[in-house]
């Protein structure tokens, strides 16, 4: 019997082949075009969940005017229910700055203002800026608990600033503070940060920036006869003679060498003591005539030692409150109950772009619902026509062969067996195929989410490969329950 299913299985699948291995194109054409389409389909809703389940999408944020700044307690006190919290999915309630602060290129020429924003060191959006979004972390050095005036930084921040090529080693950047320059430790890198800001802060570096000085104490108002430079590297010993000498006009009387202050990861600068006369006068023209001699090609700045003040370590008068969700299918009825409970109006866009994420995503899961269920029809179908019409024509031959004694469950084994042949073939060339259209548009630069590995793919060609086995088993035995007779004289119609 194992002779005889191995010839008839031979036999017919040359036959069901058809010419030229027409079938087994056709059925590469129907699988390519539904790996293809389920691959761009759940590509994109992956995408689509990846940005809704992305934190800085995932809230809305409602600035504090006039007319909401006197609500600003009670909304807190509201959310601090669970309750409250629960009915909107809602994850957190914070309240934050958005602030503007000068920091100086490395040229140490040219300056810009970057944006910022206020951040608690124990505010679940550090953990999503470190943890929760994938590969967004470029560079860590150190935590706001350990240096409270540090501050986090995006790429395009350093980039701005001229370190672009660095931005992994940078850990100290310039910031120009009343008639100083101040160094403001790089806590850490990451691609991106929420509210479009270049960089994050504690509370604790704005309010030392606005508050008075004497008040603060950030630095050291007095001045002294003795001054601290920064310069970008060491100083040879010639090189310290030459400055002292081109510098003598000015009063100064030695230089001497304090320490290193790591700006860049394993390139320090060196901080100089610089001495003048106690009778003499220091003006800021001196002082910067005295920088301006570096020797070297080196670039020397005043150089002001600060400190934090954790007495500042809250937002005083926020500007906004960011309200962090689960999820967003709630989100209208949030705005609605803000306008009810508090007569605070959200922000329509904000809604309407949060509730677009959700409704794109379900959009984008019924069309691949739909072009799975259109394609198991096709191949449904085509398997099953496949398979009737061919034992249709040779209904005779098969008639003969029950005849003989041939079981219907060796024929319908040699039937399966073939069409799952004919699936797996298929579903591998199909796959490579769609692979290579994958590989293709990634090295063409276009912008596609087409994920044809994507696990619910595989998926669903194992479901499609089980439906043609099902499929084939059924059509075969429809034809066999017929009689040796009915089958040899065709009266199986």
């Known amino acids: 019997m194992g002779d005889f299913f191995s010839i008839l299985f031979a036999s017919e699948i040359k036959a069901l082949s058809g010419r030229s291995f027409r079938t087994i194109f056709a059925l590469v054409a129907i699988l390519l075009f539904t790996i293809l389409a389920l691959g761009l389909a759940y590509g994109t809703l992956d995408n689509l969940k990846k940005r809704m ?32 919290l629960d009915r909107y999915n809602l994850q957190e309630v914070t309240r934050y700055d958005v602030y503007y602060a000068q920091f100086l290129h490395n040229n140490k020429t040219d300056t810009f203002y970057l944006r910022g924003r206020s951040v608690e060191p124990n505010e679940k959006i550090l953990q999503s800026v470190f ?9 860590e050095h150190g935590s706001f608990n350990q240096i409270p005036c540090g501050i986090i930084v995006t790429l395009d921040f350093l980039k701005t600033l001229g370190y672009e090529g660095t931005e992994k080693s940078i850990l100290k950047v310039y910031m120009p503070y009343e008639n100083d320059v101040v160094l403001v430790d790089v806590l850490a890198v990451v691609k991106e940060l929420p509210s479009f800001c270049d960089f994050l ?12 000085t004497y008040e603060t104490g950030f630095v050291d108002e007095e001045r002294s006869n003795i001054i601290p430079i920064l310069v970008s590297g060491k100083l040879t010993t010639e090189e310290i003679g030459t400055w002292e000498e081109s510098s003598g006009s000015t009063g100064l009387s030695r230089i001497t060498e304090i320490g290193p ?57 926020p500007d906004h409150l960011a309200f962090q969700f689960r999820s967003l299918n709630e989100v209208r009825a949030f705005k609605d109950g803000m306008l009810k409970d508090f007569e605070v109006t959200v922000s329509m866009q904000q809604i309407e772009s949060a509730e ?36 249709q024509k040779i209904s005779s031959n098969l008639g003969t062969m029950k005849a003989f004694g041939l079981k219907n469950k060796v024929l319908a084994r040699v039937y399966v067996t073939i069409i799952g042949v004919f699936c797996v073939i298929s579903s591998i060339l199909a796959l490579m195929l769609a692979i290579g259209i994958q590989l293709s548009l990634v090295k063409l630069h276009m912008k596609f989410d087409l994920n044809v590995l994507n696990s619910k793919v595989i998926f669903a060609l194992a479901i499609i490969f089980l439906l043609c086995m099902y499929l084939a088993y059924r059509s075969t035995r429809i034809i066999l329950k017929n009689t040796p007779g009915d089958l040899i004289y065709k009266r199986n119609k």
């Open 53 to 84: 389940d992305n934190p800085y999408t995932n809230w809305v944020d409602v600035p504090i005017t006039n007319s909401v700044s006197p609500k600003v307690g009670a909304i807190l006190n509201h959310f601090n229910n669970q309750d409250n």
């Open 131 to 139: 943890k929760d979004i994938k590969g967004n972390v470029i560079a």
């Open 201 to 212: 802060s504690s509370p604790i570096l704005p309010n030392m920036r606005n508050l008075p």
């Open 261 to 317: 202050i790591e700006i860049v990861k394993d390139q320090p600068g060196m901080l100089y003591r610089f001495v003048f006369p106690l009778n003499g006068e220091l003006s800021d023209q001196t002082l910067k005539s005295v920088t301006g001699h570096c020797p070297g090609g080196k670039k020397a700045v005043l150089y002001k030692e600060t400190f934090c003040n954790d007495k500042f370590s809250s937002v005083e008068a």
């Open 356 to 391: 677009n994420f959700s409704l794109v995503s379900t959009l984008t899961l019924t069309t691949s619902i739909v072009l799975f269920g259109f394609s198991l029809l096709s191949i449904g179908f085509y398997i099953s026509s496949l398979i009737h019409s061919h034992l």
